[in-house]
């Protein structure tokens, strides 16, 4: 079945560096690609989604490209700020019967001030 | 409009005992997932359901486990026997059901604790 594999954290940035949280994936087939993301004290957010190969996903100034050469969806931010704090999961959907989504363990991001 | 609510928010019980966890997803969708989220882990898929049938419930860790969604809307995620290895937040989710690009919406969860 489906796996994903996320860069463990946590990860801590100052406020305005860049972010990079790697993610990769197997998968028969071509499945869509998630990032969803978790505030404190909230329930799972989608933050941007890809669903073929070359697509890139974008959404409050965060950009992930679906690579299918290396199976990677590595999730972007050019300029963090504190309000990004938070936990971030990378997912595959399986294709056909149920498309449950398949989550990688999470990355916890503190962005300082 | 209304999202996908989950009750209780919070849901204490002792080892043995029997729960029950209520899951409203949004109005219209006919996909509804239950899925299972450990302390410092991604959620982990335990069942489906299309309309009123559990399409796949592969998930499901044992018979102890059980949902139900009677008239395609509202499900409720039966626990019998509860052991403390069950305590986690368990996470709904809805979607309108179509193939190929449904995006998941998820509920605030219910975390459940085992004593």
């Known amino acids: 079945g489906n796996s994903v594999t996320q860069m463990e954290g946590p990860v801590t940035l100052s406020e305005e560096a860049f972010l990079t949280i790697n993610c990769t994936y197997t998968?028969?087939?071509?499945?869509?690609l998630f990032w969803y993301v978790q505030y404190p004290g909230e329930g799972l957010q989608l933050l941007l989604k890809?669903?073929?190969?070359?697509d890139k996903g974008s959404n409050k100034g965060f950009e992930a490209t679906y690579r299918k050469e290396t199976t990677s969806f590595h999730l972007e931010k050019g300029s963090v700020q504190v309000s990004d704090s938070a936990v971030y999961f990378c997912?595959?959907?399986?294709?056909?019967?149920?498309?449950?989504?398949?989550f990688g363990k999470g990355t916890k991001l503190t962005v300082n001030p | 409009g209304a999202g996908v609510s989950q009750t209780p928010s919070n849901k204490v019980t002792e080892k043995g005992k029997y729960v029950e966890l209520r899951c409203d997803p949004i109005s219209g969708h006919t996909a509804l997932y239950w899925y299972r989220q450990s302390l410092g882990q991604g959620p982990e898929f335990l069942i489906y359901f299309q309309g009123t049938g559990a399409a796949d419930d592969s998930g499901l860790p044992n018979d102890r486990f059980f949902a139900v969604r009677p008239e395609g809307s509202v499900s409720t995620l039966k626990i019998q026997r509860t052991e403390r290895g069950d305590s986690a937040v368990y996470l709904c989710?809805?979607?309108?059901?179509?193939?190929?690009?449904?995006?998941?919406?998820f509920g605030p969860g219910t975390r459940l604790t085992v004593l």
């Open positions: 890809a669903t073929k190969a070359d």
């Open positions: 989710a809805s979607s309108w059901g179509l193939a190929g690009t449904d995006t998941q919406y």
């Open positions: 997912a595959t959907q399986t294709q056909g019967g149920s498309e449950k989504l398949v």
């Open positions: 998968a028969t087939g071509y499945p869509s």
